[in-house]
């Protein structure tokens, strides 16, 4: 059994940063990525951004250049970096770990006002 603890949500005005952290835990298991995504209301959910345990990161064309994913494989946490946060950033992010077996987290609520 994994669990995955997140957590740095919370509410910002437009241009502020926030930092989330997610954080693995459980029987052993081989990490191969983690990685951010996140759903709004009445949308789909959508990669934000992810990281391989090599360091290989991907982004989504809405977030790069303002967001940056880390990694402390040691810890087996990742880290998402919101900077100039923007009102259409508001949404339920969530962690996902992929191995073996996918893991989600229990989602966290990031609200941008304008």
């Known amino acids: 059994q994994v669990q995955l603890v997140e957590s740095g949500g919370g509410l910002v005005q437009a241009g502020g940063s926030l930092r989330l952290s997610c954080a693995a835990s459980?029987?052993?298991?081989?990490?191969?990525?983690m990685g951010w995504y996140r759903q709004a209301p009445g949308k789909q959910r959508e990669l934000v951004a992810a990281?391989?345990?090599?360091?290989?990161?991907t982004y989504a064309a809405s977030v790069k250049g303002r967001f940056t994913i880390s990694g402390d494989n040691a810890k087996n946490t990742v880290y998402l970096q919101m900077n100039s946060l923007k009102a259409e950033d508001t949404a339920v992010y969530y962690c996902?770990?992929?191995?073996?077996?996918?893991?989600w987290g229990q989602g966290t609520q990031v609200t941008v006002s304008s």
């Open positions: 996902k770990v992929t191995g073996p077996y996918d893991y």
């Open positions: 990281i391989t345990r090599g360091g290989v990161t």
């Open positions: 459980g029987s052993a298991f081989m990490i191969y990525a």
